[in-house]
């Protein structure tokens, strides 16, 4: 193990996944540096070639190069580590130990077992990752493969959220929350036990969640189908949506009462 300044690069398209990988290894490993972040392959390989850092977290699922076509580029100038949410990846693809992965979103306990790996194998060159990538790649190129439109629906919508309770940085599960609903600056995140607040606008994550679970009620509410416990009508006409197990009622605006025929 080296006593020398540890430094690295994290390359995610997901900028929420970069920020909680970034405070989970804050927590884990202080001393090390995060020197730059990539939104997608082709800036990670460039960043590593500018700033030389002895890891790069590479998200193997982005935009333009892959992190498996990104960590080809990069050889051996620095060891890697694999970020996924594909665990048949991880289970399958990194069973040799030449390289480490971290699952989406990053746990504590998992990740301070990559860091012991880590720390062990820096002061070494890094492993060849040429028979790994050949086979990563030929996994993202095929049939369901993470490079395509063909992975697993589950996989394609968003299944956390990472969001701001006062002075703490929250991960939630997506089948936790009740609802979201927006203001000019912020989008409430609601579960049954607490709120908490991101930046996200209503219109973003429509896109991003599962249109089965998820409908958008009115321009600023998006509800989860399940906490729905029925929907009655008030004095003036309008649609309210009643949950399960929390009090508050959401309006239905006209564009959207047509989710409720049966009103």
Same mark, same amino acid.
């Given at each position: 193990?080296?006593? #020398? ?7 995610? $398209? ?7 990988? *970034?405070?989970?290894?804050? +927590?884990?490993?202080? /001393? ?21 850092? &002895? ?17 080809? +580029? ?12 594909? #665990? ?7 069973? /040799?130990?030449?390289?480490?992965? =971290? ?17 062990? *194998? !820096?002061?070494?060159?890094?492993? $060849?990752?040429?028979?790994? !990538? ?5 996994? !993202? &190129? ?13 996989? @394609? ?9 006062? /002075? @703490?940085?929250?991960?939630?599960? =997506? #089948? ?5 609903? #927006? &203001? ?28 089965? /679970?998820?409908?958008?009620?009115? *321009?600023?509410?998006?509800?989860? %189908? ?7 009508? $008030?004095?003036?006409? *309008?649609?309210? =949506? ?5 009090? +508050?009622?959401?309006? %239905? ?8 025929? @049966?009103?």
């Amino acid at each position: 193990m080296t006593t #020398s300044v540890v430094r690295a690069v994290i390359a995610d $398209d997901e900028r929420l996944m970069r920020e909680q990988l *970034r405070a989970r290894l804050a +927590e884990v490993w202080p /001393q090390l540096q995060i020197v730059a972040e990539a939104r997608n392959g082709d800036e990670a390989v460039a960043l590593v070639g500018e700033h030389r850092p &002895d890891i790069a977290f590479l998200d193997i699922r982005m935009p333009g190069k892959t992190g498996v076509e990104a960590a080809r +580029e990069i050889g051996d100038a620095c060891h890697v580590v694999f970020i996924t949410a594909y #665990s048949e990846y991880a289970v399958e693809a990194f069973e /040799q130990g030449a390289v480490d992965y =971290v699952l989406k979103p990053a746990e504590r306990d998992r990740l301070e077992l990559t860091v012991a790996r880590l720390r062990k *194998r !820096l002061g070494s060159k890094p492993a $060849d990752l040429s028979a790994l !990538l050949e086979r990563l790649a030929a996994r !993202l &190129d095929g049939p369901g493969g993470a490079a395509g439109v063909a992975t697993p629906a589950a996989e @394609q919508y968003l299944q956390w959220i990472q969001a701001s309770m006062g /002075q @703490q940085l929250r991960m939630i599960p =997506v #089948s936790e929350i009740l609802f979201f609903t #927006s &203001d000019e600056k912020y989008t409430r995140v609601q579960t049954e036990g607490y709120e908490a607040l991101i930046r996200k606008p209503i219109k973003e994550l429509v896109e991003e969640l599962d249109p089965k /679970q998820f409908w958008q009620i009115h *321009r600023a509410t998006v509800v989860n %189908v399940r906490a729905i416990a029925g929907v009655t009508r $008030d004095f003036r006409g *309008r649609q309210l =949506v009643q949950l399960k197990n929390h009090p +508050e009622r959401l309006e %239905v605006s006209r564009n959207y009462t047509h989710l409720f025929k @049966q009103m």
